[in-house]
């Protein structure tokens, strides 16, 4: 039988609809549409798929199951390699992971297998059984574990850990769990409440989450080392860069990270009922060209604002965000100005936000980064009215946890100095990954860093231990 070249089409929130809601615009694959996609899988020999995911999961293996309809056996296979499919089936960049090296996608006009969707298919299958299987956890406790951070990279150690026996203890700054999961990606890629249904999995597991603990300020690391035997540091890179131009000071001028979390986390969406509202907006103007940035404008879009406009400083080629992000946006009516930067935020007087001073940019020679560097246009000033701007131009490290512990050693870029195959740091005992390593990259990265310290602190562990009976003996 001939494979369809096309992906088995998804049915989506139409757009005229969505933009009048937070509710998830992908509605997901019906168990039918799932199995039809399955069957465009080659089921390859040396599946390139699995090299092209960071936690390796067994793809033709899982997607033979869907096919076969055998929709248990596919999560039984899930779960050996990740805590979170839900939400790696919404929001990897598949296309540049497992997708982009699909033998069926390298058949002339074909697309390939939709591995992503069926893997959110997968786990949905599962939560809607309101299947609350707890994996067989070890009962004797090897050792005390500590993760700091419940991010995705924080998340994916804490089960790994539970699974093989620790007692592990997770500390979050926040009150709630999951990192840029909860505060950062909005409802309408992510949901919460599946955000909520993979971590209750985790806790279900053993692991104690210990919320509002700020490691640095509320307690130490010493305290922490001196409790476990071991610990893993991820806590992402949540401090956001500032273009730093007049007038960023303006009420109305927000950084990505405080506009999102306020919506997301806060629900500022629904005031007055939560009480952390932004600013109703009638034009809003948004900086940058990644996901952060197509979060902050489709958000702005739903909160009620008339106008919502992408400022970017490079072209629709250079552009970071993945690409169904885009379409999404373009659909929703975003207006995007490509070759184009901020220099003033204007005043209207009483220190509010009237517009955006902008310049147009051209495309010069390569930059360190290998992208050709945009570079201003004499004369070419304009102004874009707008009462409200949010900057989205990337994140950096949060320097609370670094600056009390010296002992660790950081990278020219202020990042945490770490084995990038076991997340071994220069602390003995003391591991880190995710974006507190890398710098801001992506869940499925964060989580495969998770993966590879959490199987090198258990070995770890397992030596100090043989170590401490050798010696008592
Ligand atoms: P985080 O998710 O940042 O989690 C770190 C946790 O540590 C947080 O909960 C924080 O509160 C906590 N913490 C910080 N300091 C302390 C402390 N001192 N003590 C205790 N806890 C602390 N990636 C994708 O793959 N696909 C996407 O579509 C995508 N969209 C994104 C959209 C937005 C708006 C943003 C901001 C990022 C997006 N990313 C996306 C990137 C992705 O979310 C991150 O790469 C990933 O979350 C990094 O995981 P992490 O565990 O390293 O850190
Ligand atoms: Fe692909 Fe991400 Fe799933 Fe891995 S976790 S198979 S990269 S969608
Ligand atoms: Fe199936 Fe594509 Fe993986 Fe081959 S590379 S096994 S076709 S998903």
Aim: with cysteine; hydrophobic share 40%; proline share 6%.
């Amino acid at each position: 039988m001939a494979v369809s070249r096309r992906k088995v089409p998804i049915a989506e929130q139409k757009p005229e609809e969505r933009i009048l809601n937070f509710k998830e615009v992908c509605l997901g694959y019906t168990l039918e549409e799932g199995r039809e996609e399955a069957a465009r899988c080659l089921q390859c020999k040396k599946a390139p798929c699995i090299a092209g995911c960071p936690v390796e999961i067994d793809i033709p293996a899982f997607i033979r199951a869907v096919r076969d309809g055998d929709m248990a056996e596919s999560v039984r296979i899930m779960a050996e390699y990740t805590n979170l499919p839900a939400v790696c089936g919404r929001v990897c960049p598949q296309e540049t992971q497992c997708e982009g090296v699909c033998t069926v996608g390298r058949i002339k006009d074909s697309e390939p297998v939709a591995i992503g969707k069926l893997e959110r298919l997968v786990a949905d299958w599962n939560y809607a059984r309101e299947n609350t299987r707890v994996s067989d956890v070890p009962k004797e406790h090897i050792g005390r574990a500590a993760v700091i951070g419940a991010g995705p990279a924080g998340l994916t150690v804490a089960g790994d850990l539970a699974k093989a026996g620790y007692e592990v203890t997770m500390f979050e700054a926040l009150h709630a769990p999951g990192g840029v999961l909860m505060y950062g990606i909005p409802e309408f890629r992510l949901p919460k409440s599946i955000v909520g249904l993979e971590i209750g999995a985790i806790t279900r597991l053993g692991v104690k989450f210990e919320p509002n603990i700020v490691v640095g300020r509320t307690i130490t690391m010493s305290e922490i080392m001196d409790d476990f035997d071991a610990c893993f540091i991820g806590v992402g890179a949540g401090a956001p860069h500032f273009q730093g131009i007049p007038g960023t000071t303006l009420n109305g001028v927000y950084s990505a990270s405080e506009y999102l979390t306020r919506i997301n986390l806060m629900h500022a969406y629904e005031f007055p009922e939560h009480d952390t509202p932004v600013k109703k907006s009638r034009k809003v103007v948004v900086i940058g060209g990644g996901n952060v940035a197509m979060d902050a404008a489709r958000s702005a879009k739903r909160l009620g604002a008339e106008s919502v406009s992408i400022v970017y400083r490079r072209s629709l080629e250079e552009l970071p965000a993945r690409i169904e992000e885009y379409h999404h946006a373009v659909e929703e009516g975003i207006v995007f100005h490509w070759l184009t930067n901020p220099t003033v935020y204007s005043d209207d007087g009483t220190g509010r936000l009237r517009g955006v001073k902008c310049i147009k940019m051209e495309l010069g020679e390569p930059d360190a980064s290998g992208r050709r560097r945009p570079v201003p246009i004499p004369d070419s000033e304009f102004f874009m009215e707008a009462d409200t701007a949010v900057e989205a131009i990337g994140q950096g490290a949060n320097r609370v946890l670094l600056s009390t512990f010296p002992e660790l050693k950081l990278n020219k870029w202020g990042y945490i100095d770490a084995d990038p195959k076991t997340g071994a740091t220069s602390v003995p005992g003391v591991y880190a990954g995710g974006d507190i390593v890398t710098g801001a990259a992506t869940v499925i990265l964060a989580m495969g860093a998770g993966k590879a310290a959490a199987a090198a602190i258990d070995a770890y562990i397992r030596e100090k231990k043989r170590t401490q009976a050798a010696r008592s003996e």
